[in-house]
């Protein structure tokens, strides 16, 4: 195999995977996304695929994006101080899914490569990603479902790596102000480049190819499952917490605002209707307060 | 008068503002704010009066707050390093009212104080504030009675220096990236300390007792008119905007993020509910297009 770097097969894989679940979202669906190709003035561009009050989907937004600079932002040499003074390129598809039914979680996947080089030097580069659940009326089966995918997914790459990837995700996405994770996780890796450039683009792969495995049978459980209009309001409430996690502590969004990404694909991610509500607390033994006490904890799902 | 530092006089002056201004809402919306008052683990506390559902305003909120501390966040030190390793102490009244009619503006008002001190140095102080209108079905006449009230009471404390606080206040409510103003701007001032403490917080005195002038002839005014449901969806779009600078670029905001603030009283910033849809342009000659066209741009409002 390879072992080599090929952005190209990267590319490649990339723009088949973001068609992939274009089209399959649509077929459960029964809308069709927008497709929105952009270019980059500084560099590069992508192509953003975005449904809008859909059948199942009140916000379903799949990217993809190759984007090419001189300067890094902020957000990743703060991480990443190696690589100030190079040339960089990144890749990736970014979505996030949003349903209308408060029974059917969001989820957020990302697989990215990024390469940053300087003339002499040698390439230093990374692929990263992941994905995670975000329930609101949450059903224990379904996330193990969702982690029990991701750790068969995973597995064939390294004994531990579910478990360390499991718990990056936990540290990732937990929202430092509010003391809360954002949902119930899932996996998460940045800087991964080990062994050999094949292995690592491999396992992006795999968990890139395992979102629709991981959460289709979730939507489809769930997606006609009776609601009210308070379990609606209090969806809505906990997309307050996504966006404040985004907005704030995110690095994908940061460092697309501070690399003058365009702003319209990066935010993509933000729900379509949010509500913020004055010191909610969930009433005692209600399926909201279940949702703090049974799920937003950390735990091993699996 | 005294040209000492007077922190009591300060803390009373913002007391009693904050009961002014809520009593007043009160009135006018008919419906009472809730009282919240609340401790901070590091030291401090404050008061946090809360409207939401009320009959003119969706979310109201008027918060009072002084709380110390011995080590200030990035989000002060960037802006200010000769303040590191001081201990300091803040206190300020806060407001932003998000009203239901989209024919009202939302208005966001700020007056603080703030002493850094050290043993054997001399304090260094400031005040700092100042108020804006974000409209999204604005009248010219409103915008001209909101700048010209501010002009009228900063006036006597310099002859530029209206001009000076609302051209600081284009500069700071201004989305990057958005390349957009939030709204229309007012005055906006930081680090304020000219003449002695007097002059200073005199200033600040008039600016937070004119809020009620600026702000209350277009409430009256606007409150019945009739709006159509594609207005009120364009009100909750445009109120994304303010989130997004909230939560990327304020920095009252990410102060009180990162120096482990009361979040639901920072918070309280953020309108009740919130639309993102991918992409909006307003229709050519529409009134939505008159807002960017007529209004989010720079100019001279008296």
New interface residues.
Partial sequence: MNKKINKDLVKKFLINLQSNIVETIEMVDGKNF?N?AWQRKEGGGGNTC?L?NGNVFE?A?VGFSNVIGTQLPKAATDVHPEVVNRKWEAMGVSLVFHPHNPFVPTVHMNVRFFIASKEGEKDIWWFGGGMDLTPYYPFLEDVTHFHQTLKDTIDPYGKELYKKLKNNCDDYFFLD??NEPRGVGGVFYDDFNERDFNHSFELTKSIGQSLLNAYLPIVQKRKDVNFNDYQKQFQ?FRR?RY??FN??QDRGTLFG?QS?GR??SI??S??????????FTPTKGSDEEKLYTNFLIKKNWV
């Fill in positions: 927008l929105d975005i809008e916000r937004g102000h509010r809505l307050s966006v404040e907005l704030l605002i003058k702003v319209e935010l993509m933000m729900p379509p209707l949010v509500k913020w509500t004055y010191d």
